[in-house]
């Protein structure tokens, strides 16, 4: 271990994700006050008016493959 080259010291995490997407979105309702629906003043109007929709959508995959050993360890003969 040398720690004035650390590059050599460089190796992907098992918990690296390669590929990572966030895509996200908002929709408002058409409903209350100067929209589609219960556009008059009142109480419905107070209540549901002004209201969204949203949404998020992750996608991460392409976790690294690592290979290892487990178990029997290799000894050449004497």
């Not at 040398?2 to 994700?17: F, H, I, L, M, T």
């Not at 979105?25 to 629906?37: F, R």
């Not at 392409?62 to 004497?78: C, I, L, M, R």
């Given at each position: 271990?040398?720690?004035?080259?650390?590059?050599?010291?460089?190796?992907?995490?098992?918990?690296?994700?390669?590929y990572?997407?966030?895509?996200?979105?908002?929709?408002?309702?058409?409903?209350?006050?100067?929209?589609?629906?219960?556009?008059?003043?009142?109480?419905?109007?107070?209540?549901?008016?002004?209201?969204?929709?949203?949404?998020?959508?992750?996608?991460?995959g392409?976790?690294?493959?690592?290979?290892?050993?487990?178990?029997?360890?290799?000894?050449?003969?004497?």
């Open positions: 271990m040398n720690k004035y080259r650390q590059s050599q010291e460089y190796g992907v995490a098992s918990s690296d994700q390669v990572n997407t966030k895509l996200s979105g908002t929709y408002e309702l058409p409903i209350g006050s100067g929209k589609l629906l219960l556009n008059r003043k009142g109480i419905a109007n107070a209540i549901v008016g002004g209201w969204q929709i949203g949404g998020i959508l992750d996608y991460e392409g976790t690294p493959y690592s290979v290892s050993q487990t178990g029997y360890a290799f000894q050449p003969n004497e």
